[in-house]
């Protein structure tokens, strides 16, 4: 069974980067797509990008300026980074996987809440 | 981006009763879409995807169906374990785009 777990700061400055790390658990980033997701409080899930097993990336346009995912395979982890943060950025942050470009999201990690304060 | 519309936002119901839950997108998406099943502090977990196809493990009562625009996931006797919030996800165009939730509360 895949296990993903999310880690990072739990609060971020305005105007700072977050990184996020996702390390995976029973199987291996060379294989299947790996997504960001987060969920601001109260509000709906949002996409935030994949990386793929072959390294390629594909962004939600509404956060594609300021979004690079990347993988580290020696370690089976990949990674967010997420720029010039704000207020609005408060979220619970998810990794995912998806087993192809056009599949759903089927196992997750718990979840890691980020706050944006001073 | 594919808009997707759920309904209601959220549901009172009791024990053993039916209960569906309704997700409209805003343009063809074929057959797919997902539903997940969401928890207080904790992760989605999948319960539906390719619209009617049970994951496994899910317990039968749920099911789904739909195509084209309009989805339905069904409980067919709620159970204590069934309160939670239900998302829709649409990943047939990019980005991948959620319904808004459904809240089921115990009456």
């Known amino acids: 069974q895949v296990q993903l777990q999310e880690s990072g700061p739990g609060l971020v400055k305005p105007s700072e980067t977050l990184s996020l790390t996702c390390t995976v658990s029973?199987?291996?980033?060379?294989?299947?797509?790996w997504s960001w997701i987060r969920q601001p409080p109260g509000k709906r899930l949002e996409w935030i990008g994949y990386?793929?097993?072959?390294?390629?990336?594909n962004y939600n346009p509404s956060l594609q300026s300021r979004v690079t995912i990347s993988a580290d395979t020696s370690q089976n982890l990949f990674s967010l980074k997420l720029t010039s943060m704000t207020a609005a950025d408060t979220a619970v942050y998810y990794c995912?996987?998806?087993?192809?470009?056009?599949?759903?999201?089927?196992?997750w990690g718990q979840g890691t809440l980020v706050t944006v304060s001073s | 981006d594919i808009q997707m519309t759920q309904s209601p936002s959220s549901l009172s119901a009791s024990v053993g009763d039916r209960v569906t839950i309704t997700c409209r997108a805003s343009?063809?998406?074929?057959?797919?879409l997902g539903w997940y099943q969401q928890k207080p502090g904790k992760a989605p977990k999948r319960l539906i995807y390719?619209?009617?196809s049970l994951q496994s493990g899910v317990p039968s009562r749920f099911s789904g169906s739909g195509s084209g625009t309009e989805f339905t996931l069904t409980i067919s006797s709620l159970q204590p374990e069934d309160f939670a919030t239900y998302h829709c996800?649409?990943?047939?165009?990019?980005?991948?785009?959620f319904g808004g939730g459904t809240k089921v509360e115990i009456k």
């Open positions: 995912a996987r998806v087993v192809g470009p056009y599949s759903s999201f089927d196992f």
């Open positions: 029973g199987g291996f980033i060379i294989s299947n797509f």
């Open positions: 990386i793929s097993y072959s390294g390629s990336t």
């Open positions: 343009q063809d998406i074929r057959n797919d």
């Open positions: 390719a619209a009617s």
């Open positions: 996800l649409q990943h047939n165009t990019y980005p991948p785009t």
